[in-house]
């Protein structure tokens, strides 16, 4: 029989051997997944970048548009308020054209036009000169006043020895000394202690004399002081309009209407029911 081969020492050679082979398998797989994550990696990173860029780009699309957007108002709106400057300057100019005009005719009408007009014109004397303004109709009045002939109306018209009669009733003034005292609707005994900013006309901007007693805003009326007014300056009256249709006209092609009216005890002429009130108060 021939020598026999040692088996074991065999075996254990080639489990060595395949043991090696497997272990440099593993590192060659090991290595080309480390590689492929890797280029994974890359290209993820890759991924990302691009969309971080299409991001900012369209960020900065955005931006861009916007900011166009904005220049494009901008430049509307220095159209727009330019065109808008120059209405207003037109109408500016309008308006104070008018204002010279009106401001003419005021002046001139007393000293010119008023001679002109006839016995039909006898409101529009009164309006220009506000007659009843300067009358004594109210008995309360009589003697308080100078007398200023049409002419010398407008304050616009020089009147150097203009000397008006100071004159405030008692019942607005109140006699303290004799258990009077000021009514709460009236205003204190000098114009210097009100605040005329706060108080409106409706015919101009309440101007004041040198003193800071307001003027009456359609001329001289023979007096200073308060008379039996009991605010300086404007003074507010409510006066309601109340009408029906007469009984028996609402059918007919000419309804009447009436009106209601009372007439003044301090005169006798015939009036709209109402009475004085504060600027904005309620009716």
């Not at 300056?233 to 009216?261: C, I, W, Y």
Request: net charge neutral.
């Amino acid at each position: 029989a021939g020598p026999r081969r040692n088996s074991i020492g065999d075996s254990a050679a080639g489990r060595a051997h395949l043991a090696e082979a497997r272990a440099l398998a593993l590192a060659r797989l090991a290595d080309v997944e480390h590689q492929d994550e890797t280029r994974a990696f890359h290209a993820f990173v890759r991924v990302r970048e691009e969309e971080a860029r299409a991001d900012l780009g369209a960020r900065v699309d955005t931006a861009n548009g916007a900011i166009k957007a904005l220049e494009t108002k901008q430049m509307e709106d220095r159209e727009n308020f330019d065109d808008r400057s120059a209405k207003l300057e037109k109408a500016l100019g309008e308006i104070a054209e008018a204002v010279h005009l009106l401001r003419e005719h005021l002046v001139t009408a007393p000293r010119s036009r008023l001679r002109e007009l006839g016995a039909d014109d006898a409101r529009k004397r009164d309006w220009l000169v506000h007659t009843k303004a300067r009358s004594e109709e109210n008995a309360a009045y009589a003697g308080k006043r100078a007398q200023v002939p049409d002419h010398l109306v407008p304050w616009e018209v020089p009147w150097p020895d203009y000397r008006p009669k100071e004159w405030t009733s008692l019942v607005v003034l109140g006699e303290p000394d004799k258990g009077r005292p000021k009514p709460v609707w009236a205003d204190p005994a000098s114009a210097a202690m009100v605040d005329f900013r706060t108080r409106r006309s409706l015919e101009q901007q309440i101007i004041c004399d040198a003193i800071g007693r307001p003027l009456n805003p359609r001329g001289r009326t023979g007096t200073s002081g308060r008379g039996l007014l009991g605010k300086w300056g404007p003074n507010h009256a409510a006066d309601p309009v109340v009408l029906r249709v007469k009984p028996g006209t609402a059918e007919s092609a000419s309804p009447v209407f009436q009106m209601v009216a009372i007439q003044r005890g301090d005169g006798g002429k015939w009036a709209i029911p109402g009475g004085m009130g504060d600027d904005g108060g309620h009716v």
